[in-house]
């Protein structure tokens, strides 16, 4: 059974600091790591993907991805209450099925 | 494009009830997937297909539940009967699985969903 583990949180942190996410996964053959924000009522959508290990930055985004360790994270630089979501970690291997973790909820304090 | 359209955006029924949930996938996509997103149980793939053909379905629930892609620009997902336990978001997605796995195409879209309450 191929799993995605994550914090459920909530993670609260206040505006302007770091939020830091963490997601291990089972399957060694993943080669496709993403991060989608779910807005409350809303569908996922993609804001990082990795497919190296090492980090990879986007804006105020960073991914990080150990694959020895099989282990995913995201930081989110001057966290803004706009970012206040559920944060899903997935992960695919080619051909083959996205599995997704339960999902982190990031609160961000004004 | 105009991304993953999904219908009906939301489903009141009762229970015993057919539910047939409709997705059209992006246009030059050739993988779709079905998901169910609960607070209890998070994002479930139900099924999914690659060139219209279903690969995985181990994640049906029961016989009460089938999918089809009869084209590749249109699936069903349908219960029959329904039953309140069923109630939940139901997600379309899909993505085109061209080039390389880092060619950026391999990238999962959703569709805004369909909320079905099973009363």
């Known amino acids: 059974q191929k799993e995605v583990e994550q914090n459920s949180g909530p993670l609260s942190v206040p505006e302007g600091a770091i939020a830091s996410l963490n997601c291990t996964y089972s399957?060694?053959?993943?080669?496709?790591f993403f991060w989608y924000r779910q807005y409350s009522g809303k569908s996922p959508e993609l804001i990082m993907s990795?497919?190296?290990?090492g980090d990879k930055e986007d804006g105020r985004f960073t991914a990080q991805l150990n694959k020895a360790s099989q282990y995913v994270s995201l930081l989110i630089r001057d966290s803004q209450p706009s970012d206040s979501a559920t944060y899903l970690c997935?992960?695919?291997?080619?051909?083959?099925?996205?599995?997704f973790g339960p999902g982190t909820r990031l609160s961000v304090l004004p | 494009d105009a991304g993953v359209i999904q219908s009906p955006r939301h489903e009141v029924t009762e229970m015993g009830q057919e539910v047939t949930l409709r997705c059209k996938p992006i246009?030059?996509?050739?993988?779709l997937f079905w998901y169910r997103q609960t607070m209890m149980r998070g994002l479930e793939l139900l099924i999914y297909?690659?060139?219209?053909?279903?690969?995985?379905d181990s994640g049906m629930p029961e016989d009460r539940f089938s999918a089809k892609m009869p084209n590749a620009s249109f699936s069903t997902l349908k219960i029959q009967p329904s039953e309140p336990r069923d109630s939940a978001v139901y997600f379309c997605?899909?993505?085109?699985?061209?080039?390389?796995?880092?060619?950026?195409?391999?990238?999962?879209?959703f569709g805004a969903g369909s909320r079905l309450t099973v009363l």
């Open positions: 997935a992960v695919n291997a080619w051909g083959q099925n996205f599995v």
């Open positions: 399957d060694r053959g993943s080669q496709s």
């Open positions: 990795i497919y190296s290990n």
């Open positions: 246009s030059g996509h050739n993988s």
């Open positions: 297909f690659n060139n219209n053909v279903p690969i995985d």
């Open positions: 997605a899909s993505l085109s699985q061209a080039g390389t796995v880092d060619s950026g195409a391999n990238v999962l879209t």
